[in-house]
């Protein structure tokens, strides 16, 4: 008996793949721009490692999604917990709630994936993979 991808898991995949294109091509303009950058050189080669590494992290949770990996299931919950933490930081150093550039959406929608894939009939899915 095979099991179906719920269609949570399918939409999540796709937002997985749309951020880990995203992380890769900030990493590759970083990189770029550090390269030709005399200031701040190391910083921002740095950095863009750190979106490089954050894209081919995300492309793994992708695949894991869509192949039902717990391990995928567990990372991508880390991966929300990690976005809600850099939101909550973000926005206790900027200070105003109400400013557009607070990502207030951010820790909204992870604190949603969070929760998501940890309901039981989604654990259920990856569990059995």
Known sequence: MTRRRPFG???????????????????????????????HTGILFATGLVYLAMSVLYFFITAGYLKGRESSRRWGRRAAIFAM??????????????????PVLTLILNLFIFIYLGRKKVRSYFRYR
């Open 9 to 39: 898991v399918t939409i999540l995949a796709i937002a997985q793949l749309v951020s880990a294109i995203q992380f890769l091509f900030v990493a590759f303009v970083i990189l770029a721009i550090s390269d030709s950058s005399t200031e």
């Open 85 to 102: 933490i850099i939101a909550v930081a973000v926005i206790s150093l900027n200070g105003v709630i109400t400013d557009p550039r607070t």
